[in-house]
């Protein structure tokens, strides 16, 4: 995997990003109560304070959970809520090396259709129905990982020229643009809300 991400919006945990599979797996597991930037720097923060330049499955896995808990809530926390991404963090990397061998890009390698990848996408700890279709929406827009039906496995995120999503950044103005996009997501819920 080599691909110019932008999702971090610092040079060079965007460089891990686009280099290294399970660096994005993990950006876009900590993507969510924090702004988008924030979550996709964490796989870098990990691998700077693990003292490498990519992370490992392996080796995150089978960390001890309380010294790895301390390693993301050091300062600046890797996540607003460090001690319960820390955990989730790992859970994905057993995951990971139980069904994968400790491989993330297998997780999407020859895989026959986007139906299927959603799945094995959604079966991963953490990943829900939506964070998977923004995943395969990441993975067919900027990886080129573009098995039958992706566009339909990942629903509206996979739409071309939607500005929904971290699949849809790819620098400062498509992150604005999804910035402004979630703002109407927001403003429209509140105003749906009964008083």
Same mark, same amino acid.
């Not at 001690?83 to 890009?105: F, I, N, P, T």
């Not at 098995?147 to 950044?169: C, H, K, L, V």
């Given at each position: 995997?080599?691909?110019?991400?932008?999702?971090?919006?610092?040079?060079?945990?965007?460089?891990?990003?686009?280099?290294?599979?399970?660096?994005?797996?993990?950006?876009?597991?900590?993507?969510?109560?924090?702004?988008?930037?924030?979550?996709?720097?964490?796989?870098?923060?990990?691998?700077?304070?693990?003292?490498?330049?990519?992370?490992?499955?392996?080796?995150?896995?089978?960390? $001890?959970?309380?010294?790895?808990?301390?390693?993301?809530?050091?300062?600046?926390?890797?996540?607003?809520?460090?001690?319960?991404?820390?955990?989730?963090?790992?859970?994905?990397?057993?995951?990971?090396? $139980?069904?994968?061998?400790?491989?993330?890009?297998?997780?999407?390698?020859?895989?026959?259709?986007?139906?299927?990848?959603?799945?094995?996408?959604?079966?991963?700890?953490?990943?829900?129905?939506?964070?998977?279709?923004?995943?395969?929406?990441?993975?067919?827009?900027q990886l080129g990982v573009r098995p039958t039906g992706w566009r339909e496995a990942a629903g509206a995120y996979g739409e071309q020229g939607a500005y929904r999503s971290a699949a849809d950044i790819t620098g400062p103005e498509s992150?604005?643009?999804?910035?402004?996009?979630?703002?109407?997501?927001?403003?429209?819920?509140?105003?749906?809300?009964?008083?």
């Amino acid at each position: 995997m080599d691909a110019n991400l932008r999702l971090a919006q610092q040079p060079d945990a965007d460089a891990l990003l686009g280099r290294s599979p399970l660096a994005a797996l993990v950006g876009m597991l900590l993507d969510q109560q924090v702004p988008m930037e924030w979550a996709f720097a964490g796989p870098y923060t990990i691998a700077e304070r693990l003292g490498g330049d990519d992370l490992d499955a392996r080796e995150i896995a089978a960390y $001890e959970p309380e010294a790895f808990a301390a390693l993301l809530s050091a300062k600046p926390a890797v996540h607003r809520y460090p001690g319960s991404m820390a955990k989730r963090v790992q859970q994905l990397c057993q995951y990971l090396v $139980e069904h994968y061998d400790g491989d993330a890009a297998a997780v999407w390698e020859g895989v026959g259709s986007g139906k299927e990848l959603l799945k094995r996408l959604q079966d991963l700890p953490g990943f829900g129905k939506q964070k998977a279709q923004i995943f395969l929406a990441l993975l067919g827009k900027q990886l080129g990982v573009r098995p039958t039906g992706w566009r339909e496995a990942a629903g509206a995120y996979g739409e071309q020229g939607a500005y929904r999503s971290a699949a849809d950044i790819t620098g400062p103005e498509s992150l604005a643009k999804v910035r402004a996009h979630k703002q109407e997501l927001k403003a429209a819920k509140k105003a749906r809300k009964p008083l």
